[in-house]
């Protein structure tokens, strides 16, 4: 494909085969996102599950990309019931969807189902990247609301504090910001 670079041969990973290979199934969509449960490994789980919400821009499956490494398979290995947000590729009937929309719609959603599904009053949850930023804003949300289903969260290289923007500041100022909005 022109303009794909790619240090890997793409063509030999199948999923569910050779990556991604934890075994789970969708128990609940929508028109962002579909969650879902993997199967746990032990014969008991603990009393609260485990909610992924991972980056919009990867697969579901980042984290659980070969079994000797997947951060999913340790989860259910050690009796987690984990979830995880898989994100819907958007296409033009989502152009106008909005942040709040995603955190409502699917963040907040996935908080709730899963609640709902695994009985519990509260959730873990763990945002990867955006999806920590994703998941931090939908807390914030919550908390404005009196609202605590969620008894801890754990962030994965996530941006929160977008006042301090450190080395990115060298990349991206004002006049970036005006150049990439500008009408083409």
Known sequence: RQ????????TVFEVGRNV??????????N??????EYKPLT????????????????????LDLQPENSLIRHAVSEGHRTFV??????????AHTTWDEYIEDAVLCAIETTREIAGSAQINALGFC???????TG????????????????FLTTFIDFAETGI?????????VRFREMPV
């Open 168 to 176: 990115l500041d060298v990349f991206i100022d004002e006049s970036f």
């Open 130 to 136: 955006v999806g920590g930023t994703m998941l931090a």
């Open 85 to 94: 947000v898989s994100w819907r590729n958007p296409d033009e009937s989502l």
């Open 3 to 10: 303009g794909h670079v790619s240090m890997t041969d793409e």
């Open 20 to 29: 991604a290979t934890s075994e789970g199934a969708v128990v609940y969509e």
């Open 31 to 36: 028109a962002l996102f579909q969650l879902i």
């Open 43 to 62: 014969p008991k789980v603990h009393e609260r599950p485990l909610l992924v919400v991972p980056p919009c821009i990867n697969k579901f499956y980042i």
């Open 139 to 154: 807390l914030a949300v919550l908390a404005a609301r009196g609202e605590e289903p969620v008894a801890s969260a754990t």
